[in-house]
């Protein structure tokens, strides 16, 4: 379930003119729809009803062709609903020459011809919204960068604010201290003089 969601390209709410639509709520079906700038009653029946132009602010000259996910007009592509309620790009005339040749006899359509009516209808391919988006690249370049900050960071507040060690871990302060400990006889059953041989003055062998 995850790994599907995970292959969800939303696409609901691009803003590049003619690319996209931003997902929101349509009216009812309205007697006296709002007819889009520059297109006749006559030109846009054919493409959208008087209740799907009651949307157009938000659709725009998209065909509404199904339900979609959760009937609402608008695109996005995702594998587990393949299906958007309207067709990814605006109709036009091109468009429109095109389809009236789709009704007749695909032999009669080149392969350039079903490609540009797939892209019409969808951004992605299935193929394309399975491939690897390379995003783990980010990631991990981000993960890099923050241990490295964090490294850095360390760094500089060991350089800077942390005290010197005391005289206690220098080397020749702890042979001297050791000496000392021999000297007096500090702990001749367990400790350091027990293993110091006293008259050959050397280490028990």
Same mark, same amino acid.
Request: hydrophobic share 35%.
């Given at each position: 379930?995850?790994? /599907?969601?995970?292959?969800?390209?939303?696409?609901?709410?691009?803003?590049?003119?003619?690319?996209?639509?931003?997902?929101?709520?349509?009216? /009812?079906?309205?007697?006296?729809?709002?007819?889009?700038?520059?297109?006749?009653?006559?030109?846009?029946?054919?493409?959208?009803?008087?209740?799907?132009?009651?949307?157009?602010?938000?659709?725009?000259?998209?065909?509404? =062709?199904?339900?979609?996910?959760?009937?609402?007009?608008?695109?996005?592509?995702?594998?587990?609903?393949?299906?958007?309620?309207?067709?990814?790009?605006?109709?036009?005339?091109?468009?429109? *020459?095109?389809?009236?040749?789709?009704?007749?006899?695909? %032999?009669?359509?080149?392969?350039?011809?079903?490609?540009?009516?797939?892209?019409? /209808?969808?951004?992605?391919?299935?193929?394309?919204?399975?491939?690897?988006?390379?995003?783990?690249?980010?990631?991990?370049?981000?993960?890099?960068? =923050?241990? /490295?900050?964090?490294?850095?960071?360390?760094?500089?507040?060991?350089?800077?604010?942390?005290? *010197?060690?005391?005289?206690?871990?220098?080397?020749?302060?702890?042979?001297?201290?050791?000496?000392?400990?021999?000297?007096?006889?500090?702990?001749? =059953?367990?400790?350091?003089?027990? %293993?110091?041989?006293?008259?050959?003055?050397?280490?028990?062998?």
């Amino acid at each position: 379930m995850l790994a /599907s969601l995970r292959l969800c390209k939303s696409v609901a709410r691009l803003s590049q003119p003619g690319l996209g639509v931003t997902a929101r709520g349509y009216g /009812s079906a309205a007697s006296t729809a709002p007819v889009p700038p520059g297109y006749t009653s006559k030109e846009m029946e054919s493409v959208i009803s008087n209740g799907q132009l009651s949307s157009y602010p938000q659709v725009g000259r998209r065909e509404w =062709v199904g339900h979609g996910r959760g009937g609402m007009p608008n695109y996005f592509d995702c594998l587990m609903f393949p299906y958007p309620a309207i067709r990814f790009r605006e109709w036009d005339s091109a468009y429109e *020459a095109l389809r009236q040749k789709e009704k007749g006899d695909w %032999k009669n359509l080149s392969i350039e011809d079903k490609k540009k009516l797939y892209r019409h /209808s969808f951004r992605y391919t299935f193929t394309e919204l399975e491939a690897p988006t390379g995003r783990w690249k980010l990631s991990i370049g981000i993960l890099m960068l =923050v241990f /490295s900050g964090a490294s850095l960071t360390m760094l500089f507040i060991k350089k800077v604010f942390t005290p *010197a060690f005391p005289k206690s871990f220098d080397e020749e302060w702890m042979m001297r201290s050791m000496w000392k400990q021999i000297m007096i006889g500090f702990n001749p =059953v367990q400790g350091v003089s027990s %293993k110091w041989d006293y008259e050959n003055n050397r280490w028990k062998e």
